[in-house]
């Protein structure tokens, strides 16, 4: 057994140790928020935070995060006010088909918990992810309104 910490309670699963986090967040704690791209850790989709860290959860085996705190989309919003990126991202209408969106959520917040004010520079050296949807834009005001707010 594995013991996980997500989005503050904890769980144990009873999987392999290499087990990819990202299957194990959905398929065994059933949070389907964080969503399975490329499996290469390249696209982003799967982005949670570990120990407020943006991570690719597509590539990190289980038995690598079991003391760590894991923070998925479900766990970003604070006593059920939606964190500053998430407001920001309804509010200028960011998303298209949706599916990156939770991972670039994640990989914002983690960006503006590390650098409040970021440039177009920042934003474009930090934040990786693909989005299919071509939302660049959107996205890159929803971080400059969140860093705002």
């Known amino acids: ?20 986090l990202l ?26 935070h570990i120990d407020g860290v943006a991570t690719r959860s597509c590539s990190i085996p289980v038995s690598a995060v079991a003391n760590n705190q894991i923070t998925t989309i479900e766990g970003l919003a604070q006593s059920g006010t939606p964190h500053p990126v998430q407001k920001a991202w309804v509010a200028l209408d960011v998303p298209q088909c949706g599916y990156c969106q939770s991972g670039m959520i994640m990989a914002v917040a983690a960006l503006l918990k590390e650098n409040p004010k970021p440039t177009d520079a920042d934003i474009d050296a930090a934040i990786t992810n693909i989005c299919r949807c071509g939302t660049y834009q959107q996205v890159r005001e929803a971080i400059h309104a969140a860093a705002s707010a």
């Not at 057994?1 to 087990?19: A, F, Q, S, Y």
């Not at 065994?28 to 982005?47: D, E, P």
């Open 1 to 20: 057994m594995i013991k996980l910490t997500v989005n503050g309670k904890t769980h144990e699963v009873d999987v392999d140790p290499d087990t990819p």
């Open 23 to 48: 299957w194990v967040i959905r398929e065994w704690v059933g949070l389907t928020g964080t969503k399975y791209g490329c499996g290469i850790a390249q696209c982003g989709a799967c982005t949670v």
